[in-house]
């Protein structure tokens, strides 16, 4: 629940197990161990947490984790792999997905969004896994 008036955005980031701001961003969408959630308000984090990844069964392509990431209300995602159903998923469901390949941890990857150093990926572009 946000009980912040402000705009808050909030932005989940495959990681590594613990979670939290200092883990490794992982590598892969589906098969990452936890989702980092991470609420932004002008330009500030003001909360973060930790959600497991639920495994998700063969041919589910991603539906498990974009369900996850939804009933945390999350807007955007940064992925550094993601196949072409689960960006699908992402972006039907309204979530802005973003490429943060090239940052080692969950902050390095919330700063450079926030530095707007990310690039969007959208329906057209090609899978990054």
């Known amino acids: 629940m946000r009980d912040d008036p402000r705009e808050i ?5 495959p990681s590594d197990l613990p979670g939290g701001l200092d883990a490794a961003r992982s590598g892969h969408f589906g ?4 989702f980092t959630i991470v609420d932004i308000v002008d330009d500030v984090v ?3 947490f930790m959600v497991p990844n639920q495994p998700h069964p063969k041919g589910d392509h991603g539906l498990t984790q974009v369900l ?5 209300s999350v807007d955007v995602v940064i992925v550094a792999g993601i196949g072409s ?4 998923t992402c972006l039907q469901a309204g979530m802005r997905v973003f490429a943060g ?4 941890t969950v902050r390095a990857v919330i700063q ?5 150093e990310l690039v969007p990926v959208g329906n057209d572009a ?4």
């Open 9 to 13: 955005l909030r932005l989940a980031v």
């Open 31 to 34: 098969r990452s161990p936890s």
């Open 46 to 48: 003001v909360n973060a």
């Open 68 to 72: 996850t990431l939804g009933e945390n």
């Open 85 to 88: 159903k689960p960006l699908l």
């Open 101 to 104: 390949e090239d940052r080692a």
């Open 112 to 116: 450079a969004f926030i530095d707007a």
């Open 126 to 129: 090609t899978a990054l896994h």
